[in-house]
């Protein structure tokens, strides 16, 4: 950028301590112009806000072999872990600071609080947070269009911005002044509105004046309104002692560049007093750490959660991109143009005339606003528009992809130490795991039920705490411990684990770090994208179970929802009936591992509603599929009879009975369902009866009679032995057919009983010889008698036998 | 063309006696005054500045008159809506049935030209005279063609004088009438082959369709034809308070309008409909905790409404002139299972999963539903 350096150098303010840059971190325009500032001050130190005892990382952070997105971590070393982290993409002006105070040899350092004290002001500071939410409800909400429109060009009046580099110590209340002020301004939010006036404009010094107004703007209205916040003023001053340090160390002034966020840039003066020696002794400190790590552009958008207000990382990056070729223009074609190709790369096609009308209509709701670009907002607007033709459901998965980006940070081997390891050594240690950690397979197994001959409660539930930590590893894929599978009839408290170390694992650790800093966070966040992925109601109730293994209530609720969410959409009976029956188990045997099943029973009730509604249309499938359905009916059915005062039991009874008597489903289905009334009780023998009879009338098809028996009998054969009324039904029957009748009859009923035992067949024989006044041994000596050669002959016969003559 | 015979007339007749006088004479008052105040530039063929369009619509201050708002709840797209007609492109709204997409469209012609009658009302019977021109046959045959036989369809005359012409209900059309739209929108010209001659749209020309999302795939409009729309997709209601409002104040409306025999539902019967509504509509419960399954039918708000004044009527002549649960109940069984077999399965579960949990207030509701659905 050599030839931007003919402007004059900027002369130091009156009261400046020394050269400030105000910006938004993560600002693409804000790492250009401050590129620019620093060619033409040409100053021998750079003082950036961020933690003062990071400096030492800065050589590794300019590294040429490191590659943003990365992001300093502060973590105390103590539980409960408490984690600060500070991320630099390529275009954030911190980053943009560091590599130019390393390209020009400037000395550069951090200056704001250290990490030690920033972490024990969270505690505090997260405390305080809750107070201010309502006030956005104060805001007049009819505002002026016009009026909106002018106060573009007065940002001064009614701006506010967030300090750059604490995003997470900006407790979230402070949001209602931004959107207040976006709303005064006539936007939509405050992102659009900080792009459409900051991100847009490069005449030189815009940036820099634009924002130190809008520090003071937004310093005036957190006065006005009582919600100074301790914190900030605490950080303010020790920057001050931090630059007259500097200053007395003998650099000029007009030799030092200081680089805040906007909200800090107006008081960095020599109007105000630097913090003495007694007022930083007095500051509370918690031990910590620090450490680089990796960063995603993923967890940089608020999409994964932080509210670390860049929600299009790879967008910004482009508009950084187009600012170093001098190009801004391109930025709207190009978006719009990337988010077509990535729709059509997975199947759909829009036209370039549809590209070239969303780059006009992007542009003229920008003019609408007095913008000189358009901003993320209008581009998103327009493609919704007319790439996705008016659904967002359409171009959504492009557009993440085109704003988020999957760009992941990299850094040289040996420089993270993340908390992660850290964290993970503190519970081996806790836990009494340390010895597990070597080369060496060994076995580990667990008694979960609580040990009554310790002391204290961490001590008699150890090895619970283990199998949730365990569980936990497993579920991050970190090659530590892996389950062995262990039979245990009716029980859940034994487990058994083979644990061993492996260089593998040690990467796997330091890999989820990205997923969170400590484990148990990292296993939360694995987990929720394991439910968005979970697509079958059996799966997610897999999860359900995981999570309850995994002692993480927060996740068991994402799981539960995902369930119900799921069996809505797709009450398919088996895997509903599955999820019913798992949800039911953890119920029940929830409590070995102090796990209160009661909020999972609304599900499951639910699920057995739905459950029992979907049972009818099921049970038209084919004879393969009905040995499945027959297994999810047992399931459901002992969910019934498990929660029977809980879920709705009649109306699993009366769907049963409607299936039983249906003519139009599968007739082994339909039998099933008989069999599973008959054993409740629930037909009297008299309707048992008339079933059978009608089942069995002349002129029905031979498989509804035969298929319907088969049904009856493949659940429980004693229920249906001791019914005598059953047989007498069945005798009577076989008596009133006529000869051809009774051929075909006889087809299916040995059909029907084929798969009887002998002593059942023999059973059998005693309720007929019942019904005909015959002793049993008589009867069955009948039935057992071999068959003459003539009856041999007509059996046989039966084999060809053509069903088509009735 | 009946449309333009109706829209002259009623500039003659006795203004106090119109059943529905359109936009721009209703809301003259508050056009003349935008107008007045506007201090920004006008699109050439415009009334006012698009700010003040916004203004018109969305409701704000000019001076000191309160512009009352048009339509609630989504500027953003109606600032999509306005950016569009700026753009030269045509419109294209989409939307359920009854989320005021014609009722934008006139509002939005009605600022923009102070005339919202330019309109063709497209149904399967509209033909492709009716969108380009046709003749006075009895002058066509006594004079042969010329321009005193011509009859210039709404947007012939929107195209001739640079206005915004509206299609109604557009994807009613046949497709070779949806087709006979393309060359218009693209050319910006019409040509009248038998007075050989082509008149060109002025600038300022620009056409407002809206189509209902439920015709989709009846007459599916062509990607030729899409292409030369920005579409924008209009939501229901946002907020059930909105809803509520809409509803209660238009019941009251058609229940002084139809002289029904009855009181008015109570504000709590108003709350179960539309949150029963809104949650079969958006497929899980109001705190978002549950989901639930949608049935076939739409459930529009304007259902919500016909629905009340239904049990209404229900009441006022066969009941006790009181909205009971069991007049709600069969309006609800009506308006949710439109297909018996599927929708009773999923407003059974409604019933047993969602309402029934609800307690005692919705108790004799779900009572009386539940007899229904049987």
């Not at chain 1, 487990?495 to 061993?500: D, K, P, R």
């Not at chain 1, 800093?517 to 109730?541: P, R, S």
Request: net charge negative; hydrophobic share 40%.
């Amino acid at each position: 950028m050599a030839n931007l350096v003919t402007s004059p150098v900027p002369a130091l303010a009156e009261n400046g301590l020394a050269h400030v840059f105000g910006v938004r971190h993560l600002s693409p325009n804000g790492a250009w112009h401050l590129r620019q500032f620093l060619d033409q001050v040409q100053p021998e130190v750079v003082l950036i806000e961020g933690l003062d005892d990071a400096d030492e990382l800065i050589p590794d952070i300019t590294r040429p072999d490191s590659n943003p997105p990365i992001a300093i971590l502060a973590y105390t070393d103590c539980v409960p872990v408490r984690t600060l982290v500070y991320p630099f993409a390529r275009y954030s002006p911190e980053y943009q600071a560091l590599k130019w105070a390393d390209e020009n040899h400037a000395k550069a350092s951090f200056i704001d609080l250290p990490s030690d004290v920033f972490l024990a002001l969270q505690e505090s500071s997260l405390q305080n947070s809750s107070q201010v939410a309502a006030d956005e409800e104060l805001a007049d909400p009819l505002v002026d269009a016009e009026e909106g429109a002018d106060s573009l060009n007065e940002e001064k009046e009614d701006s506010n911005e967030i300090d750059s580099g604490d995003q997470i110590l900006s407790p979230p209340s402070r949001a209602s002044v931004y959107s207040e002020i976006a709303k005064l301004s006539g936007e939509l939010d405050y992102d659009t509105y900080w792009e459409r006036n900051f991100e847009h404009n490069s005449a030189s010094e815009s940036y820099r004046l634009g924002a130190l107004e809008l520090g003071a703007g937004l310093r005036d209205l957190e006065d006005s309104r009582g919600m100074n916040i301790a914190e900030n003023l605490v950080r303010e001053a020790y920057m001050r002692r931090r630059i007259q340090e500097v200053i007395s160390s003998g650099v000029p002034p007009e030799k030092i560049v200081v680089i805040v966020g906007a909200f800090h840039a107006p008081v960095l003066t020599t109007d105000e007093p630097a913090m003495t020696d007694e007022e930083l002794a007095s500051l509370v400190r918690l031990p910590s750490k620090l450490t680089l790590m990796p960063y995603s552009y993923f967890k940089l958008s608020s999409q994964s959660g932080y509210g670390a207000g860049n929600e299009a990382p790879h967008y910004f990056e482009l508009m950084w991109e187009a600012l170093q070729n001098d190009d801004l223009d391109s930025l709207a074609p190009q978006f719009v143009t990337r988010v077509t190709r990535e729709l059509r790369k997975h199947g759909t096609y829009r036209s370039t005339a549809a590209v070239i009308e969303g780059v006009r209509l992007s542009r003229t709701l920008s003019a609408l606003k007095n913008g000189l670009a358009p901003t993320l907002r209008d581009l998103q607007d327009a493609t919704i528009s007319l790439i996705g033709l008016g659904e967002r459901s359409v171009v959504a998965e492009s557009l993440a992809r085109v704003e988020v980006g999957t760009a992941i940070g990299k850094l040289p081997d040996g420089i993270s130490q993340t908390s992660i390891q850290e964290d993970f050594q503190r519970e081996l240690k806790s836990l009494k795991l340390t010895k597990y950690r070597t080369a060496v397979k060994t076995d580990l197994s667990l008694d979960l039920r609580e040990n009554r001959q310790v002391k204290s409660a961490a001590a008699a539930f150890l090895d619970l705490r283990r199998s949730a930590f365990l569980h936990r590893l497993h579920l991050l894929q970190i090659e530590f411990a892996k389950p062995v599978a262990i039979k245990q009839a009716s029980a859940t408290w034994a487990e058994a684990w083979t644990l061993q170390w492996s260089p593998e694992a040690e990467i796997s650790l330091v890999e989820s770090v990205l997923l969170g800093e400590t484990v148990e966070l990292a296993a939360g966040f694995k987990f929720k994208t394991e439910i968005e992925a979970c697509h079958t109601v059996d799966e997610a109730a897999k999860l359900v179970r995981l999570a309850c293994q995994c002692d993480m209530m927060a996740s068991m609720e994402l799981a539960r929802r995902r369930l119900q969410e799921l069996a809505t959409e797709n009450s398919e009976f088996v895997a509903v009936a599955q999820a019913a029956s798992e949800l039911s188990m953890i119920v029940r045997f929830g409590d070995v591992r102090n796990y209160d099943g009661r909020p999972l029973i609304p599900l499951i009730q639910d699920l057995f509603v739905q459950g029992a509604m979907a049972l009818h249309a099921t049970a038209g499938c084919d004879n393969a599929s009905a040995k499945n359905v027959f297994i999810a009916m047992d399931l459901l059915n002992k969910v019934g009879q498990e929660h029977h005062e809980e879920v709705d039991e009649s109306l699993w009874h009366e769907k049963l009975r409607i299936l039983s008597d249906a003519d139009d489903r599968n007739p082994l289905i339909s039998g099933y369902a008989c069999a599973i009334l008959l054993e409740s009780n629930l037909i009297n023998n008299e309707e048992l009866a008339k079933e059978v009879s009608r089942r069995l009338s002349p002129g029905i098809s031979a498989d509804l009679g035969a298929g319907w028996f088969e049904g009856v009998s493949a659940r429980n054969r004693y229920a249906l032995l001791a019914r005598q009324p059953l047989w007498e039904q069945l005798s009577d029957y076989v008596n009133s057919l006529d000869e051809e009748q009774f051929r075909r009859a006889l087809v299916f009923l040995r059909r029907a009983f084929g798969g009887f035992s002998a002593a059942e067949k023999r059973n059998i024989c005693e309720n007929l010889g019942e019904s005909w006044g015959a002793n049993a041994d008589e009867a069955s000596e009948m039935i057992e008698q071999p068959l003459t050669e003539d009856e041999q002959q007509s059996l046989s016969e039966l084999n060809d036998f053509d069903f088509d003559d009735f | 063309m009946a449309k333009k015979k109706a829209a002259t007339s009623t500039k003659t007749k006795d203004e106090s006696k119109v059943l529905r006088q359109p936009a721009e004479v209703m809301f003259a008052e508050e056009i003349d005054a935008l107008i007045k105040a506007d201090k920004f530039d006008r699109p050439s063929g415009w009334k006012m500045s698009p700010r003040s369009v916004l203004t018109y619509i969305c409701g704000g201050k000019c001076g000191s008159m309160d512009i009352q708002p048009k339509y609630i709840g989504h500027q953003r797209l109606v600032e999509i809506a306005i950016s569009t007609l700026i753009t030269d492109r045509a419109l294209l709204l989409i939307g359920e049935p009854g989320t005021a997409k014609s009722w934008l469209s006139e509002h939005l012609t009605a600022a923009i030209n102070g005339d919202s009658s330019k309109v063709v009302q497209g149904t399967a019977g509209t033909t492709e005279e009716q969108i380009r021109y046709t003749w006075n046959y009895a002058m066509l045959i006594a004079k042969g063609p010329s321009n005193e036989a011509l009859i210039k369809s709404p947007i012939f005359r929107a195209m001739e004088e640079g206005s915004i012409a509206r299609f109604e209900e557009i994807t009613r059309c046949a497709s070779e009438v949806q087709d006979a739209m393309i060359s218009l929108l693209s050319e910006k010209r019409i040509s009248v082959p038998e007075l050989e001659k082509e008149v060109p749209a002025e600038k300022g020309f620009s056409l407002i369709a809206t189509a209902n999302t439920r015709d989709r795939g009846v007459n599916d409009m062509s990607a030729a034809l899409t292409r030369r729309f920005n579409i924008v997709v209009l939501p229901s209601p946002n907020e059930i308070e909105t809803e509520i409002d809409i509803v209660s104040t238009r019941v009251r409306e058609m229940a002084s309008n139809l002289e029904l025999q009855s009181e008015l539902p109570s504000q709590d019967s108003i709350e179960k409909v539309v949150t029963i509504f809104r949650e079969l509509r958006l497929g899980q419960t109001l705190d978002g905790k549950n989901k639930v399954k949608t049935p076939s039918g739409v459930l529009s708000t304007a259902e919500a409404i016909s629905l009340l004044t239904n049990s209404m009527a229900l009441a006022g002549n066969f009941g006790t002139s009181v909205v009971a649960d069991a007049d709600l109940a069969a309006g609800l069984q009506g308006a949710v299972v439109k297909n018996e077999e599927k929708d009773s399965i999923v407003w059974a579960e409604y019933l047993k999963n969602v309402m029934k949990k609800r307690g005692a207030a919705w108790r004799p509701l779900f009572d009386a539903c539940q007899e229904h659905n049987g």
